[in-house]
């Protein structure tokens, strides 16, 4: 069964430095996501991607953050600039979306877990 | 805005016992509605989702209604087994992008 894949699993990084979240969609999903859960709290929305831009971000999705599909497969997420307050689960997600139809089930992947330091 | 509430946890019930997690949720529009759930160490996993009013969504003997009358869809299982033991969210799917909008999550711990 197709499934969403991410790496690493696990990111340590020294505060304000770059890093980049790596995620492979399902194949055939037109529609993709970033999410992220602090420790202990919910998954919060970060953005929105469909059609090679952002159809939609979130209020913590600042300048500090980008999303790209630089090759056809792979989904990034980089945050230029880590803070402290970065350190997280991030979750990739992806959907059908044929036809524009943004309401598809979304699959998940397994999670990065982003520590600052 | 849109949102998720689902009923504070953690809830511990014993093994065959009744499951009931209850979401509310405030939306415009129509939205789809969702349970996921999230076993120790892993990623949010669908579990079951309805998109309309009266829908009923079922899975691994889950269910859950959309009631619009009373914005809820709340989660039911009429016998818990230890693997069932997870946390899991309650989640609507707003807007034109179909971002979802999540509860804060709900531990359940099934003991033996």
């Known amino acids: 069964e197709p499934e969403v894949t991410q790496t690493p699993s696990h990111q340590v990084t020294q505060m304000g430095q770059e890093v980049i979240l790596r995620c492979v969609p399902i194949?055939?999903?037109?529609?993709f996501y970033w999410y992220r859960q602090i420790l202990g709290q919910k998954v919060e929305f970060l953005v929105s991607?469909?059609?090679?831009?952002?159809?939609?971000k979130s209020e913590i999705f600042d300048d500090q953050f980008s999303v790209e599909r630089p090759d056809g497969s792979n989904f990034t997420l980089k945050i230029r600039s880590t803070k402290l307050e970065d350190s997280a689960m991030y979750f990739c997600?992806?959907?059908?979306?044929?036809?524009?139809?943004?309401?598809?089930?979304?699959?998940f992947g397994p999670g990065t877990r982003l520590t600052v330091l | 805005g849109d949102s998720v509430t689902q009923m504070e946890g953690p809830v511990t019930l014993s093994e065959e016992a009744f499951l009931t997690i209850n979401c509310t949720y405030t939306?415009?529009?129509?939205?789809?509605l969702f349970w996921y759930v999230q076993y120790p160490g892993e990623g949010l996993q669908l579990l079951l989702k309805?998109?309309?009013?009266?829908d009923k969504g079922s899975n691994k003997g889950f269910e859950a209604t959309y009631r619009k009358e009373t914005t809820s869809f709340h989660l039911e299982k009429g016998s818990v087994q230890v693997s069932d033991s997870a946390v899991y969210f309650c989640?609507?799917?707003?807007?034109?992008?179909?971002?979802?909008?999540f509860g804060q999550g709900t531990t359940l711990q099934v003991k033996p």
């Open positions: 309805a998109t309309k009013a009266d």
């Open positions: 194949s055939n999903h037109l529609y």
């Open positions: 997600a992806s959907s059908y979306g044929g036809g524009g139809r943004s309401t598809d089930t979304q699959y």
């Open positions: 991607f469909y059609n090679n831009e952002i159809s939609e």
């Open positions: 939306a415009t529009g129509y939205p789809s």
């Open positions: 989640a609507l799917s707003a807007g034109n992008t179909g971002k979802l909008i």
